[in-house]
Nanobody
Framework: VQLQASGGGLVQAGGSLGLSCAAS????????MGWFRQAPGKEREFVLS????????SIADSVKGRFTISRDNAKKMVYLQMNSLKPEDTAVYYC????????????????WGQGTQVTVSS
């Protein structure tokens, strides 16, 4: 599957930003999807994931109550809505797809988009 993330940018602390990820190449609705991020000098970390149907989600404690994930299987899109942004949310955000169909929790995020930069100013 090919993934294309978009929507990053510069936002002030406390603001909101939405990211989108377009998928192509296989049956999107069969696969769990996720968002990850990598800040400068840090390891890539999990942010949120969503099941193939969209009925189940998993959220990192660091963004709980502020970020939400959703998907539109008809459009082959997954979304990340980020509210109450903090400077520590600054990172390159990546969308990813599970290699394996139908698993929850996701088994192995093996397909990655190119990333989109999110910068939160204080």
């Amino acid at each position: 599957v090919q993934l294309q993330a978009s929507g990053g940018g510069l936002v002030q602390a406390g603001g909101s930003l939405g990211l989108s990820c377009a998928a192509s190449g296989r049956t999107f609705s069969n696969y769990a999807m996720g968002w990850f991020r990598q800040a400068p000098g840090k390891e890539r970390e999990f942010v949120l994931s969503i099941s193939s149907s969209g009925s189940l989600t998993s959220i990192a404690d660091s963004v709980k109550g502020r970020f939400t994930i959703s998907r539109d299987n008809a459009k082959k899109m997954v979304y990340l809505q980020m509210n109450s942004l903090k400077p520590e949310d600054t990172a390159v955000y990546y969308c990813a797809a599970d290699r394996y169909a139908g698993y929850w929790p996701p088994r192995d995020f093996g397909s990655w988009g190119q990333g989109t930069q999110v910068t939160v100013s204080s």
